[in-house]
Each structure stands twice: as structure tokens, then as C-alpha cells.
């Protein structure tokens, strides 16, 4: 079985602080594990992916996230955040062959002036 | 890259009547799809798996016989709500993998189906 918990329903910084979104998963098979945006009324957007390759994961936007096996977690980072970057942020699980893609409860990101 | 569509976008239909939406993968062959509810300020709930040529596998307490899924092609998947209520009324949205999770999973843009 597979789940994630996203720490932090709601995350506030000022414009070009530090974003740190939380995530943990548990997983009895490797898992690849996915970061998403989603703006109001839309689908959802892929920031990054891990699929056990680099653990440190470049995505786009200026989004990076690590893989940390100890302590089975895949938080993502950005150095600056921008306006733009206010929205809905979900990290998703899935096993190595796919499969069901299983999502945490979701991160408000806000984004002060 | 990977795109998906989903139609419609938004509907608003009378409740009793059925809703029909349709999740096309444009530029690669789905091996499987994926249909999630979500909830206004909540996360994305799977509903059902479905792969081409199979029967959608419903997640428990999903009832099968109001929501209708068929994946009758590589490129194309649909969901129907059957016998529509308020409470029926949501966000959906379908996903699409070409072969599991070294591909990720492409999502369409979502259907806000509203039953009055």
C-alpha cells in the first residue's frame, strides 16, 4: 500500500522567500513520486518527477525536489518565489510499473507582496 | 509533450439526465486512464482505473453502475455520470499513462459538472 502526507494545508512566504513544501510517503514497493501544481478550475501540471534516478530533482518554474530515502520524504523547494507561484501544490506516489497515482492532501501556497 | 483532453469543460445538467465526459490522449496511446473527484479546497480522489479493452477497476465506495467508464481505444476513455444528482455535482478529471510511472501521468484540464 501507498500514501503521502503533505505537511502544512496552507503555506504563506513573502515574494522572493524561501518555498518549502512538505511530503512524506510510505511505500512497500520503490516508488516514483510526483509534485503537482493545480491553478483554480484547472487540471493539474507537472512540476518534477523522481523515478529512482538523481535523487535531486530539477523541474520546471525553478522547482527542485530531493529524494531522501532514510527519511522518506520528497520535499519541494524554491529559492525565490514569485506571484505567480500562489496555487495548489500535490505530491502524488505510484509504484515503479504505475499503476494508481495516489495524492496527498494538497498545500495552499500564498504568496505576500 | 504528452497532452490530454477532456471535455467538456463545464456542464450543467438537469437532475435524472446522464452526463458523458470524454478524456482523449492526443499524441500517445494511454495504456491506462484514470478518473478522479475532487471536492472544492480538497485533494484528487480516484475513482476508477481503466485500462484499453478491460473493465474499469472502481476504487471501494466508487458505485459502478452511476459512474460508467469505458476505455474503448488507446486515445480515448469516457465517464458517465447516469441518473445525475446534486451530490453528483464536482470537479473530474482524467489522467492518462503511456506505460506507468517512468512516463508520469499526463492530466487533462478537468470537467465542473454541476447537476441542478
Known amino acids: 500500500a501507498q500514501s503521502v502526507t503533505q505537511l502544512g494545508s496552507h503555506v504563506s512566504v513573502s515574494e522572493g522567500a524561501l518555498v518549502l513544501l512538505r511530503c512524506n510517503y510510505s511505500?512497500?514497493?520503490?516508488?516514483?513520486l510526483f509534485w503537482y501544481v493545480q491553478y483554480p478550475n484547472q487540471g493539474l501540471q507537472l512540476l518534477l518527477k523522481y523515478t529512482s534516478a538523481a535523487t535531486l530533482v530539477k523541474g520546471i518554474n525553478g522547482f527542485e525536489a530531493e529524494f531522501k530515502k532514510s527519511e522518506t520524504s520528497f520535499h519541494l523547494t524554491k529559492p525565490s518565489a514569485h506571484m505567480r507561484d500562489a496555487a495548489e501544490y500535490f505530491c502524488a506516489v505510484s509504484g515503479p510499473k504505475g499503476g494508481k497515482l495516489i495524492f496527498g492532501q494538497g498545500t495552499e501556497l500564498s504568496v505576500k507582496p | 509533450g504528452a497532452v490530454v483532453s477532456q471535455h467538456p469543460s463545464w456542464v450543467i445538467c438537469k437532475s435524472g439526465t446522464s452526463v458523458k465526459i470524454e478524456c482523449r490522449s492526443l499524441?500517445?496511446?494511454?495504456?491506462?486512464m484514470f478518473w478522479y473527484r475532487q471536492f472544492p479546497k480538497q485533494s484528487l480522489m480516484l475513482m476508477a482505473t481503466?485500462?484499453?479493452?478491460?473493465?474499469?477497476?472502481?476504487e471501494q465506495g466508487v458505485e459502478k453502475d452511476k459512474f460508467l467508464i469505458n476505455h474503448a481505444s488507446l486515445t480515448l476513455s469516457t465517464l458517465t455520470v447516469t441518473s445525475a444528482h446534486p451530490e453528483d455535482s464536482s470537479f473530474y478529471i482524467c489522467?492518462?499513462?503511456?506505460?506507468?510511472?517512468?512516463?508520469?501521468?499526463?492530466f487533462g484540464s478537468g470537467t465542473r459538472l454541476t447537476v441542478v
Open positions: 489522467s492518462a499513462t503511456q506505460s506507468g510511472g517512468e512516463y508520469g501521468y499526463t
Open positions: 499524441d500517445f496511446q494511454a495504456t491506462t
Open positions: 481503466s485500462n484499453e479493452g478491460s473493465k474499469a477497476t472502481y
Open positions: 511505500s512497500s514497493v520503490p516508488p516514483y
